[in-house]
């Protein structure tokens, strides 16, 4: 079945310094892929996604790597700041007829040290 | 701010009682979802429309819950008989279908029942 899970539940970095988040997914199946970055008391908040065609997206500061063989995803922020100090999840989409929700990791916690 | 509102944003309730919370997407969005998160976990799909079609739901709707979206524009969540079980927060999201899967969230309502 589907399951998405991440390998670690804290990261801390110092600020300036690359993060690495890293995340496995089970669904041989799934073709598209997404993070999200949620603040204390926020909802979710869109950061990049990635389908099942591709190897790497690239974004503002972000880089979301695909491994298809390993199942294994990965988000790249580039220069750490204070203000990414969140927990970050990834997520994939539900495959079979008619689905289309987003079924979500557990959840990464970036923490940014000065 | 993405645009998706809900209210209220926090509900403090008493076991047994009735629920009911509102979620209005951004306009021209044809999807909307709905997905619950319990501390220190991810979201957890409940359910989704296309315009005022329910297409699809998650085993976690029990019968207490029921969604609505009568003109294919704002949404209802009501929980019947609220156990403790349910205190969460209560995540909206929409998409424009046909245009990209990422889902834009709400900032939640915090459900609390005692």
């Known amino acids: 079945g589907e399951s998405v899970g991440l390998h670690l539940p804290t990261l801390s970095v110092q600020e300036g310094d690359n993060s690495i988040i890293n995340c496995a997914y089970s669904n041989s199946a799934s073709d598209y892929f997404i993070w999200y970055k949620q603040e204390s008391g926020k909802g979710p908040q869109f950061i990049i996604d990635?389908?099942?065609?591709?190897d790497k997206r690239q974004g503002q500061r972000v880089t979301v790597l695909l491994n298809k063989t390993v199942k294994h995803l990965s988000l790249q922020i580039a220069a750490t700041q204070p203000g990414d100090s969140a927990v970050y999840f990834c997520a994939e989409k539900n495959s079979g007829g008619g689905a289309d929700g987003l079924t979500f990791g557990k959840g990464t916690h970036l923490i940014i040290q000065p | 701010d993405t645009g998706v509102s809900q209210d209220p944003r926090h509900k403090i309730t008493k076991r047994g009682q009735n629920v009911t919370f509102r979620c209005d997407p951004i306009s021209e969005h044809n999807r909307l979802y709905w997905y619950r998160q319990t501390l220190g976990q991810g979201p957890e799909f409940l359910t989704y429309?296309?315009?005022?079609?329910?297409?699809?739901k998650s085993r976690l709707l029990s019968d207490r819950f029921s969604a609505e979206r009568p003109k294919g524009s704002f949404s209802t969540l009501e929980i019947q008989r609220t156990e403790q079980g349910d205190s969460a927060m209560y995540l909206c999201?929409?998409?424009?279908?046909?245009?990209?899967?990422?889902?834009?969230f709400g900032p939640g309502t915090r459900l609390t029942v005692t």
């Open positions: 429309f296309q315009n005022e079609a329910q297409l699809e």
């Open positions: 999201a929409s998409r424009m279908g046909q245009v990209s899967y990422e889902q834009y």
């Open positions: 990635i389908r099942s065609n591709m």
